[in-house]
T-cell receptor
């Protein structure tokens, strides 16, 4: 299994630009999560999907953030317009609820720097 | 709602010494508990989990944790640490009986000193 795949691994952009982060979950997993990790706030859950449907987006910081999951094998997190305070590492994770498997499998993360 | 407290932000320990990383949780319902490890510049990886049954849970890399319901704790232990255990460790909790979002602690950085 290839694991959770995220792209790009690093992104440097200027304030005001649109940023799109991509995630491919593990095949067969029915939950997908987007997290943000910063030194100040630690690991924060932004949004999660079940069977491609957004279940809880209460962690999305503001309207500049949006996430989609058009199919079971792909999700995007978009920031428009980006701001310096969005600089962080963004993780995607997936999990499968069958047979009581509740552990989340994390991707390697995307390090976003907004200048 | 549930919460997780990891009181120690950093724990230095000499190689081959034992270590305990503390985790306390708060929840009004039954919970599942997890420990994850994050090596530098990598994503989180599951170390071990408690879903039900035996309160002593063994995980990968020689780690184990004990669920103590009365003290609402899930401390992580290893009898002898190695340099390669240097990483950040996260305790996490989710309500049992149906999938809901996992709440992570703030993490404990374990520094193994040669």
């Amino acid at each position: 299994d290839a694991g959770v795949i995220q792209s790009p691994r690093h992104e440097v952009t200027e304030m005001g630009q649109e940023v799109t982060l991509r995630c491919k979950p593990i095949s067969g997993h029915d939950y997908l999560f987007w997290y943000r990790q910063t030194m100040m706030r630690g690991l924060e859950l932004l949004i999660y999907f079940n069977n491609n449907v957004p279940i809880d987006d209460s962690g999305m910081p503001e309207d500049r953030f949006s996430a989609k999951m058009p199919n079971a094998s792909f999700s995007t997190l978009k920031i428009q317009p980006s701001e310096p305070r969005d600089s962080a590492v963004y993780f995607c994770a997936s999990s499968a609820r069958d047979r009581g498997r509740f552990e989340q499998y994390f991707g390697p993360g995307t390090r976003l720097t907004v200048t | 709602a549930q919460s997780v407290t990891q009181l120690d932000s950093q724990v230095p320990v000499f190689e081959e010494a034992p270590v305990e990383l503390r985790c306390n949780y708060s929840s009004s319902v039954s919970v599942y508990l997890f420990w994850y490890v994050q090596y530098p510049n990598q994503g989180l990886q599951l170390l071990l989990k408690y879903l039900s049954g035996s309160t002593l849970v063994k995980g990968i890399n020689g780690f184990e944790a004990e669920f103590n319901k009365s003290q609402t704790s899930f401390h992580l232990r290893k009898p002898s640490v190695h340099i390669s255990d240097t990483a950040e460790y996260f305790c996490a909790v989710s309500p049992s009986g149906g999938y809901q979002k996992v709440t992570f602690g703030t993490g404990t950085k374990l520094q193994v000193i040669p």
